[in-house]
């Protein structure tokens, strides 16, 4: 069998965790199978569409590499792939169940549905609309409703993640099929899409298992093979005891490429989650995700969303990439992430400074706030030096005097490289009698007013011997 997967998206707004994950499955199998990706829009519910979407949907499967067979922008042999543009081929497949007695125009206005709603909610029993079927109902015509005619009975089937299923008929129901507009119902429409397509595997969340007997009875009625259906576990907030939704503090993917989280980061942290292949590996690249990817692995449970794992996640891939590819490769996705003052400064030099903060970033958004100093003189903060807890209990005399010896030595240098400086500190150790963490501490400090920094040899090469002096002598005078 060939394999053919979908991600069928609704271009509602900003593309969720949960959204890219149902994506990225799909994309796998059918890689590894040697088969094929459809990307469909699911746009019929004209009320949620929001201008932009499919673009933002497209850009960012793009972003992350998961390349589709068909689809919007690259065509194919089942165009068109909006479901707002495929409406006579849904009243088509309607005709059939209506020919076939299965289907019935429902002229009830809403008042009426839900004063039915109401009753069952007093009588405390569930609603079920075949319970209220009309008895004479009119010929069907775009402006009414059209209703699936229910034939209730149980139903078995197998769950490719959550294993042998069955229901009893109370499930089943006269869903709609086509909405007063004249389009379909996700319910009606995906069945109709999948089996013209060919899909060989529904892959969807877990939260359309309980549509799935109304789905069957579908398949039965129109006489369409079942596809393998594969339910993928949610996502779950960070405290486990909910799905996963905005007010978890989950960003859109496009939040966090803006933050500076890479692709590879992104898809492998996603991928991993509610998956694993039975080793301890962690980091993978999207051939190795491919090669070891099966719906076997899928766990049956929630997987509980880690912001931090992915931020911890992202920079190994910075690391990876650094080493691997070279500074080059890295410093060319740092475009748009360095401080505003990097402007005046030439490629080689924030090549320079890539090199020596890389191993610490998490994101590439990280370079705003941990490389300032490196492009702009930092505000003197007397407070940070005093207080500091290596510092604070030498006084500020002494403090003067070890940055003035400082300056003396590093003034001495002919050679200003990360050798000749390290040499020169361990010296001032042994003259000085201090620790490294006083002395280091004070020079790192003077030369950057930052929290943190590289190396301190490594960051005094970079700034150069004239910058370098310059800051010590300023904050020996400020002192």
């Not at 809403?110 to 009119?138: A, S, V």
């Not at 049956?300 to 992202?314: F, H, I, P, Q, V």
Request: with cysteine.
């Amino acid at each position: 069998m060939d394999v053919v997967t979908r991600f069928a998206p609704s271009p509602t707004g900003y593309i969720h965790i949960g959204n890219v994950r149902s994506a990225i499955y799909p994309y796998l199998l059918a890689r590894q199978a040697h088969g094929k990706l459809i990307l469909r829009i699911e746009d019929t519910d004209r009320v949620r569409y929001v201008d932009g979407a499919t673009e933002l949907i497209e850009d960012t499967l793009e972003w992350l590499g998961l390349n589709w067979d068909e689809g919007p922008v690259v065509g194919g042999p089942n165009a068109p792939y909006f479901q707002s543009e495929r409406k006579e081929i849904y009243h088509e497949y309607a005709r059939r169940l209506i020919e076939s007695g299965r289907a019935y125009a429902d002229p009830a206005p809403p008042e009426q549905i839900e004063q039915y709603r109401k009753e069952c909610n007093e009588k405390k029993i569930p609603f079920l609309y075949r319970n209220f079927r009309p008895k004479d109902t009119p010929e069907w015509q775009p402006g009414i409703p059209l209703r699936f005619k229910a034939e209730p009975k149980p139903y078995q089937w197998h769950d490719e993640v959550m294993g042998d299923m069955s229901t009893g008929p109370e499930v089943l129901d006269d869903i709609i099929l086509i909405k007063k507009d004249g389009y379909p119902t996700y319910n009606f429409a995906h069945i109709v899409d999948d089996a013209e397509m060919g899909i060989t595997h529904v892959m969807r969340g877990v939260e359309y298992l309980s549509s799935t007997p109304n789905y069957l009875a579908l398949y039965e009625a129109l006489n369409l093979p079942r596809p393998k259906l594969v339910s993928l576990p949610h996502i779950l907030a960070p405290q486990g005891n909910k799905k996963l939704g905005k007010r978890d503090g989950a960003k859109s993917v496009t939040e966090y490429r803006d933050d500076g989280v890479l692709p590879e980061a992104m898809l492998n942290y996603l991928a991993c989650l509610g998956w694993n292949d039975g080793t301890e590996q962690e980091i993978y690249t999207k051939d190795e995700l491919i090669e070891a990817f099966s719906i076997e692995r899928i766990q049956n449970s929630g997987a509980r969303y880690d912001e931090t794992k992915l931020l911890w996640m992202n920079g190994q891939w910075l690391r990876r990439i650094f080493d691997e590819q070279g500074a080059e490769a890295l410093y060319a996705r740092t475009q748009g992430f360095w401080p505003e003052t990097a402007a005046n400064y030439d490629d080689a030099y924030k090549l320079k400074v890539l090199s020596i903060i890389y191993d610490r970033l998490k994101t590439l958004s990280d370079l705003r706030s941990m490389t300032g100093y490196f492009f702009a003189e930092p505000t003197i903060d007397l407070e940070m030096l005093l207080q500091n807890k290596f510092l604070k209990k030498l006084s500020e005399s002494e403090l003067e005097s070890l940055l003035k010896t400082s300056i003396q030595k590093l003034s001495a240098l002919e050679k200003w490289d990360a050798d000749s400086l390290q040499a020169a500190l361990n010296e001032l150790l042994s003259e000085t009698s201090k620790k490294p963490a006083e002395l280091f501490s004070l020079i790192r400090i003077a030369i950057s007013f930052a929290p943190f920094s590289p190396a301190l040899n490594l960051t005094m090469e970079v700034l150069g011997k004239d910058i370098t002096l310059s800051r010590l002598n300023t904050v020996a005078a400020a002192i």
